[in-house]
């Protein structure tokens, strides 16, 4: 027989519930509430996935942000997207065209060549509004724009010595536009194309980039004609208003075309103008700074020694081309014999950047100004610390080069070791980087470490990331993967919650109004199904706590390869350090040494990429700690438990306590759990359904990253070897311009030496021609002497 049921105050415990109409009405609105949340949550799960125009739209959006804040490999990412599984949306069109702008500063030229010529050949109105940009596109891709920072390398422009000493053997210093991979006759097309376009209806963007073609193309006044339609005379170049921000390269690009004319008077004019702007944008100001150095150099060509130093001296530090205007500077001056302020220009120059790749040309030149000032002592005292300090780092750097074997091993150890971040300054002291990096080849090969090295890494991370997602989509329930998926999830749980509780409460109300010797035995064994209902998502899971103790051991063994690898780089610091300060008094086995070294850096490389392998296990496995959650199982496995309880004691209690109302809501809510099984089935479905292209798509993935992995350590291996020949001759060659820096010294000295004697030459020279005419007059006087008497 049933007992009486006893109200207890803790949420586990049920208490007595008070009869009336606003009870019911409050258990009725928990319901409604649950199955509204049961109702949208089964929509969700038969409501099919797609993509909206407007959605589409902000992916376009984003990435054109990207695009212009440099991002060219995400924006490319963005805009493919949008064309291969959205080809027909109305932002397809126009992503045809940004991919193409993405895709040229990754040097997919070829690529996004296809891709102007294809939005060229779109008809659709989406796609016409970017066809004059093609065409500029493509114009530009014919004749393609030099690298950045071109224009402010230290090059023939900033050496007229070296310029002069090429044209001494016949070599060209002349720089010809560089040569773009389209067909003379897809040039001429894009050209009458431009063409097609009235001057009035040509965008601004379209009309510089034909201008510039034109120039570069040699068609002087036709360029000049099309970028002065873009800048009139008459009109402010940094007034604001449609294709603003092209108007200070239009009118540069008409100044240079206008001083390849010959019509040096009518450029000056031109870039005199573009001086006067004040633009806002950093690339502009730079075009002002070309200016000022355009007009110095025609006023230096034309022995205008003055007004060429003003336009030089407009150049502010903060320019890209302070280091150029100055040694320019210098030149001038030097040509106008005013060396105190060329050794000052060469000076500051000096302090403002002692790294430069012409610092030694500049130190050079400080010991030739000084034999014109007629400095003997001090051009000697320069060009003998030259001597000591490129003799110095010649030996130094020499004596490593005994065994050419042992030293590309070496080389290829260090390169090994990091290739990322492999620079010159690996190898080579401070003071021969600067020599080194005038080198192509060793720039480049530094160049290819790094890529190499990047490309690695990168690859790394998405094999990393793969492993995660992999993980992801390997756990039971899905349907969380999804933000709104996992709303509705989350929705039911908080429902089922609120179920309960009505149950509870219809067992209290019946509890109130039953006898019997067996209710505190139900009541006891559903307080402890409560209590674990409560329970597992705060309490401990043996199966969790075993694999986060793995996770700990791999983590502690990561730790302790890097604390290895930390040590052993220290210890290979100071043996080095060590054998460089002590080889010349010791009798060390140089091969043996290079041997030793290069063993120890490939073993730190070695421990370097353990550590990483055991790093990259450590993420996989958080991740399956992460997404696996075997607690929501265990909540769901103790709310069908309790649940099921709660239906034993209603059943019990109604046979003693029939209770029309508590019967029509229990029924209601033994409904709701029943639906709700089967909508979480259906969550669950339907994530599987977006995830099944996923899947595919992730297996495709890791095939590819397997393959890729296997090409890259292949091309890794060989880079590696490639870089420490290309270090091991750029060594020698850097040995080799040191001891050509030692005998530019040695001539400085003997030009000291030369000047000198020729200065005592001219000195004697000038004495016996005074003695010539002093005695000439004292044979004078005497020969008028001997008159006087002879009278």
């Known amino acids: 027989m049933i007992g009486v049921g006893l109200g207890l105050a803790s949420p586990g415990v049920l208490r007595a519930a008070a009869p009336g109409g606003d009870w019911l009405e409050q258990q009725e609105a928990k319901l409604d509430e649950a199955e509204e949340a049961l109702k949208h949550a089964a929509e969700a799960a038969k409501r099919a996935v797609g993509v909206s125009e407007e959605e589409l739209a902000k992916r376009l959006v984003q990435g054109q942000l990207q695009l212009a804040e440099g991002d060219y490999e995400g924006a490319a990412i963005t805009f493919l997207d949008l064309l291969e599984n959205h080809p027909k949306s109305q932002a397809a069109p126009q992503a045809v065209f940004f991919l193409g702008e993405a895709l040229v500063p990754l040097q997919m030229e070829r690529w996004a060549f296809e891709l102007f010529t294809q939005n060229l050949g779109d008809g659709r109105p989406e796609a016409k509004r970017f066809h004059q940009r093609s065409v500029a596109r493509l114009l530009d891709l014919s004749i393609p724009r030099r690298e950045a920072g071109f224009a402010r390398r230290p090059g023939l422009s900033a050496t007229p010595e070296v310029r002069a000493r090429l044209r001494a053997v016949g070599v060209s210093t002349t720089l010809e536009p560089p040569k773009g991979k389209m067909r003379d006759e897809d040039v001429e097309r894009l050209v009458r194309w431009a063409q097609s376009y009235p001057a009035k209806d040509r965008q601004p963007e379209l009309s510089y980039a034909f201008g510039r073609h034109l120039y570069l193309s040699g068609r002087h006044d036709d360029a000049i004609a099309v970028l002065d339609a873009m800048s009139p005379v008459d009109i402010p170049i940094t007034r604001g208003g449609e294709g603003a921000q092209w108007r200070v390269r239009a009118a540069y690009v008409a100044a240079s075309a206008t001083l390849a004319k010959g019509a040096v008077d009518e450029a000056l004019e031109r870039f005199g103008r573009i001086v006067k702007a004040n633009p806002s944008a950093a690339r502009d100001r730079q075009i002002v700074q070309l200016s000022w150095l355009a007009m110095a150099r ?90 000591r300090e490129f003799d110095r780092l010649g030996k130094r750097l020499g004596s490593k080069l005994q065994s050419s074997g042992d030293a590309t091993a070496y080389f290829a150890a260090v390169v090994g070791e990091d290739m990322e971040h492999f620079s010159l300054g690996s190898l080579l002291p401070q003071g021969a980087v600067t020599v080194a990096r005038a080198l192509p080849r060793a720039v480049h090969a530094e160049k290819l470490s790094g ?154 490389a070695s421990l370097e990429d353990e550590s990483a392998a055991l790093r990259r296990r450590v993420g996989r496995a958080r991740a399956a ?20 309880h709660l239906g034993q004691m209603y059943a019990a209690l109604a046979k003693a306590v029939p209770d029309a109302d508590a019967d029509r809501l229990w029924k209601r809510a033994a409904r709701w759990h029943a639906a709700s099984t089967a909508v979480r089935s259906g969550l ?107 009278r």
């Open 684 to 790: 669950d479905d339907a994530a599987e359904g977006r995830l099944k292209k996923a899947l595919v798509i992730l297996a495709e993935e890791r095939v590819n990253l397997d393959r890729y992995r296997v090409e890259l350590d292949a091309v890794q291996g060989r880079t590696k070897d490639l870089v420490s020949q290309v270090m091991s001759a750029t060594y020698r060659d850097v040995v080799g311009e040191l001891h050509n820096q030692v005998m530019r010294s040695e001539v400085g000295l003997l030009d000291v030496a030369w000047a000198m004697k020729e200065a005592e030459t001219d000195e004697v020279h000038r004495l016996e021609l005074e003695r010539d005419r002093t005695l000439g007059e004292l044979d004078a006087a005497v020969q008028m002497g001997l008159e006087e008497l002879g």
């Open 298 to 387: 025609i006023h230096h060509d034309d022995g205008n020694v003055e007004d060429a130093v003003i336009n030089y001296r407009r150049i502010g530090r903060d320019s890209p081309y302070f280091a150029e205007a100055m040694y320019e500077t210098a030149w001038t001056l030097m040509a106008a014999k005013r060396y105190d302020r060329a050794v000052q220009a060469l000076d500051l120059l000096l302090v403002y950047d002692p790294d430069s790749p012409i610092a030694a040309e500049i130190k050079h030149l400080r010991g030739k100004i000084r034999i014109q000032q007629r400095d003997y002592e001090g051009a000697e005292e320069q060009f003998l610390a030259l001597r």
């Open 625 to 644: 700690l992460r997404f696996a959650n075997p607690e929501d199982d265990t909540w769901r496995q103790a709310l069908s438990a309790y649940q099921q």
């Open 451 to 604: 890529e190499v090295g990047a490309l690695n890494r990168e690859l790394d991370e998405l094999r990393a990331m793969l492993a995660q997602m992999e993980e992801a989509v390997a756990v039971p329930h899905k349907a969380k993967l999804f933000t709104d998926l996992a709303g509705h999830v989350a929705a039911l749980d908080q429902g089922a919650l609120d179920v309960v509780e009505v149950q509870e409460q219809l067992v209290a109300r019946l509890s109130v109004k039953a006898k019997g010797s067996g209710l505190e035995q139900l009541e006891g064994q559903r307080r402890r199904l409560r209590e674990q209902l409560d329970a597992p998502r705060g309490g401990a899971n043996p199966r969790l706590e075993g694999a986060a103790r793995g996770v700990e051991r791999l983590e502690q063994q990561a730790h302790k390869l890097e604390l290895t690898v930390d040590e052993l780089r220290a210890q290979l610091v100071a043996t080095e350090r060590y054998y460089e300060e002590t080889r010349a008094e010791q009798k060390i086995d140089h091969q043996a040494f290079l041997t030793q070294a290069a063993e120890m850096r490939d073993e730190i």
